[in-house]
Structure formats: structure tokens, C-alpha cells
């Protein structure tokens, strides 16, 4: 439907078991770990993470840092940081949008040629998943139609019904 050949793919499951090249971490601004898929990702990776982490002095909402991926399958792990839902009108969704276009940018310079993203912000920070996944499409495809890297981008969804939200989107064609 969007010209990308399939180039952006949805999948149900854990992303630390993901066999891809880089995935993406739902972090905080301390970048020294948490809860949901950020707990997640610093148990498989190990303590190696956390080490690496502490050397970047955090990380900014909308922003994103790239660290190694330790004992996870995959090779990098980018740190971003996404925004807290506070009803959509204090820039929430510019800032999740950058989160998604510099992970991307992050992905392509390190020479990942596969990527993996969680719903970033809408567990713990409250972001409806519906308008994240919109913004989440959305910069997919609008970054994989300027780049030929990464060559493939997975959303990695944690529920069937989030998959389901992605996948409806992904059958509309761009801007409807
Ligand atoms: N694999 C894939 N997705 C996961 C996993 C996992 N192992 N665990 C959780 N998720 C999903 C959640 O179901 C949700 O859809 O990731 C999405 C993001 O939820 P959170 O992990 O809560 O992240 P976020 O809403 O961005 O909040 C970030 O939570 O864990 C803390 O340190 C983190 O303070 C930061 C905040």
C-alpha cells in the first residue's frame, strides 16, 4: 500500500528476543534504566548496559543515544527518550515524532540495516496508542523513502491489540 515493499513490518512479542540489527529502548531522561521494555531490555542486555549508559549523561525528551547491545541479539541498542502524554497540546507530539526521526538517523549512521521500535510513550507515559502509532507510521515511512538504511523496520507491538492498531494503519495509504 505505501510503495515501500514491505520494507515496515509489524510483529507481536518481546523485543529483546528480536534478531535484528538495532532496537530501539523506551527510555527516561537518566538513561539508567526503569520499568517496561526499558527493565526489559537492561535484564537481557546486563550489567554492561547500565555501565555504557552512565557514560552518556542522559538524554533529552524527543532525543535519542546509541550504546552497544551487550548480550541482547541485537547489535546496538538506541536510548530515546519519548514524551509524557499531557493531552497532546504541550508539543507531545513533535517530540515523539523527533523520536522516531533520530532513532532512524542514529540506525542509518551506525549501518543497522534492520531496526526494531516499541510504542514508544505509551505505556508508563500515557501516550494513546493510536495517535502514537499514527506519528510512529507516519516518520517510518517518510524516513525510508529519503534512505535505503535501514533497509527494514519492525514495530515491535506488546499486545494484539496494539498490533492491530499498527497493522490498520499501515493498510491505509499515506495521509489518509
Ligand atoms: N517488548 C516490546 N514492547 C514492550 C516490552 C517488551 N519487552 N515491554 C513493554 N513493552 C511495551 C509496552 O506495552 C508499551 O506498549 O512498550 C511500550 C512502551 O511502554 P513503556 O515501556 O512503559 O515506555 P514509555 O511509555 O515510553 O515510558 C517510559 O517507563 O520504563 C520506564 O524508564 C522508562 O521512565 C521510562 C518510562
Redesign the pocket.
Known amino acids: 500500500m505505501d510503495g515501500l515493499d514491505g520494507r515496515i513490518r509489524v510483529v507481536k512479542?518481546?523485543?529483546?528476543t528480536l534478531e535484528v540489527d538495532a532496537i530501539v529502548n523506551?527510555?527516561?531522561a537518566s538513561l539508567l534504566?526503569?520499568?517496561?521494555?526499558?527493565?526489559?531490555?537492561h535484564r537481557a542486555a546486563g550489567p554492561g548496559l547500565l555501565a555504557e549508559c552512565r557514560t552518556l549523561h542522559g538524554c533529552d525528551t524527543g532525543s535519542a543515544k546509541v550504546t552497544a547491545g551487550y548480550r541482547l541479539p541485537a547489535r546496538w541498542v538506541i536510548h530515546t527518550?519519548?514524551p509524557?502524554w499531557a493531552g497532546g497540546t504541550r508539543g507531545e507530539p513533535g517530540l515523539l515524532a523527533s523520536c522516531y526521526r533520530t532513532s532512524l538517523v542514529l540506525a542509518a549512521t551506525a549501518g543497522a540495516r534492520s531496526v526494531a521500535f516499541?510504542?514508544?510513550?505509551?505505556?508508563?507515559?500515557?501516550?494513546p496508542?493510536e495517535a502514537a502509532a499514527r506519528i510512529a507510521v507516519r516518520e517510518a515511512r517518510a524516513f525510508l523513502r529519503a534512505s535505503r538504511v535501514p533497509e527494514t523496520v519492525f514495530f515491535?507491538?506488546?499486545?494484539q491489540s496494539?498490533r492491530e492498531v499498527y497493522e490498520a494503519l499501515l493498510n491505509q495509504p499515506e495521509g489518509a
Not at 118 to 127: D, E, F, L, R
Not at 156 to 159: A, E, N
Open positions: 512479542g518481546d523485543i529483546t523506551a527510555a527516561n534504566g526503569g520499568g517496561g521494555v526499558d527493565g526489559a531490555i527518550v519519548g509524557v516499541p510504542a514508544i510513550s505509551t505505556g508508563v507515559y500515557g501516550y496508542i515491535c507491538c506488546f499486545s496494539d
